[in-house]
């Protein structure tokens, strides 16, 4: 099983791939929707990593990814300049998850 890379930056790219994942760089929503649709093909592809602001050009896309299938399992991560969603997000996101207060 392979991970694949959708980032809009190139320093998450060259990070994720000496790391040896591959990946590739687009910027524009059809760009995204194409890699997209090109992986879910693949049925080598176990992990489908995407940077923030991919996944804000893609967010439906991403939902139904997240909720359909069992894999690729779909990874959002923060580029160089750190996350937007705040350091309390995975906290809220168990919150939302499973409805409790911790």
Request: no cysteine; hydrophobic share 45%.
């Amino acid at each position: 099983m392979k991970a694949f890379l959708i980032s809009d930056n190139v320093d998450s790219f060259v990070g994720l791939k000496i790391a040896g994942i591959k990946g590739t760089v687009v910027h524009e929503r059809e760009e995204v929707l194409e890699v997209l649709e090109d992986l879910l093909k693949d049925k080598e592809i176990s992990t489908i990593i995407v940077t923030e602001k991919i996944a804000d050009l893609i967010p439906g896309e991403l939902s139904k990814i997240k909720l359909s299938k069992f894999l690729p399992l779909v990874v959002e991560i923060p580029d160089r300049h750190g996350s937007k969603k705040g350091e309390d997000h995975l906290l809220n996101y168990v919150k939302e998850a499973i409805g409790l207060k911790l």
